[in-house]
């Protein structure tokens, strides 16, 4: 199967480029480099069956030849890009996600499009289902990165109504792993950063908001599986397993050991104060369930950022 991934170089893309791989894909990874990274696929570029294109999806996709599957991830995807790169968010939601359905209407290959647990915005229905509308603020400062993931919602289903376009919908969950940017403002990274540096982890509000941390393997999984189920619907993806920022923050001090405690900080406008996936919809259609210890997830994203230091 020839498969595109758009965002092949970011934290996610690049997962999913190593797991296409070893499933027998030819990978083409498109990414135009803002927020990922070339040496997050750079192991995979002597592969015979791996292309990487440094190319704006906002502009086009220059890459020739019919493909099978594509998967849509190109998108600032944290708090700080997002606000930093508004217009790149909101042009690749709108722009670049049209480009990718195009794309895929011509060549006749099936589409997943990566969205994001953001569309609930601050939820007021815990835990979280696919049949929730959601609480965004349409002009927060949040805003860019959530309506450009509803919008990109609504394009795909457009084409999927109106012109027969096979996509699938993910929406994900807080995921963690290795090759996070350690200053990409996500919580994990920021924490693993500042405890290996012993210096106090940054909590914003009293730390009672809720977040549930998938391992970044397990979501790869999910993702294959939704491509090629038949589930025509949006599919929470994400690990139901709750915690508060407060237990987050003391369970990465006291793994590495870090004694400089906690720094508190106001609380960032429209920050969600509960977050978990109902991962009903992917247990009953995809038989897929996190399998991934948020315990042993967190050792092995430790250990990579151990080593980069």
Not at 21 to 40: E, F
Not at 81 to 106: C, I, K, M, N, W
Not at 162 to 178: D, K, L, M, Q, S
Request: with cysteine.
């Amino acid at each position: 199967m020839r498969t595109l991934v758009t965002g092949g170089a970011g934290f996610l893309g690049s997962h999913l480029c190593e797991r296409l791989l070893a499933l027998g894909h030819h990978v083409v990874a498109l990414d135009n480099l803002v927020t990922g990274r070339r040496s997050n696929v750079g192991h995979l570029e002597a592969h015979d069956d791996f292309q990487f294109v440094e190319a704006d999806l906002c502009v086009g996709i220059p890459v020739d030849g019919k493909f099978e599957r594509i998967f849509h991830l190109a998108s600032p995807a944290s708090p700080i890009d997002y606000v930093e790169l508004p217009f790149e968010t909101l042009y690749v939601g709108s722009d670049g996600t049209r480009h990718v359905l195009e794309r895929a209407e011509q060549d006749g290959a099936r589409v997943m499009l990566a969205s994001t647990s953001e569309v609930y915005g601050d939820p007021a229905v815990h835990p979280q289902v696919e049949s929730y509308w959601g609480n965004v603020n349409p002009i927060g400062p949040r805003s860019v990165y959530d309506e450009a993931k509803r919008y990109a919602e609504a394009l795909a289903m457009a084409f999927a109504r109106y012109r027969a376009t096979e996509v699938r919908i993910a929406r994900i969950f807080n995921t963690f792993g290795p090759r996070m940017r350690s200053n990409d403002g996500r919580v994990i990274p920021a924490f693993v950063s500042l405890a290996l540096a012993g210096r106090p982890l940054t909590v914003f509000g009293d730390g009672s908001q809720t977040r549930s941390f998938c391992y970044v393997s397990d979501l790869i999984d999910g993702f294959v599986r939704l491509m090629e189920s038949d589930l025509c619907e949006p599919c929470n993806l994400g690990n139901p397993s709750e915690q508060t920022i407060l237990e987050l923050a003391e369970r990465v001090n006291r793994i590495i050991g870090n004694t400089a405690g906690v720094e508190l900080r106001p609380l960032p406008t429209d920050d969600p104060t509960r977050r978990r996936p109902d991962i009903g919809r992917a247990l009953s259609e995809l038989g897929w369930a996190p399998k991934t210890s948020f315990e042993q997830g967190l050792a092995e994203t430790i250990d990579w950022f151990s080593s980069q230091t």
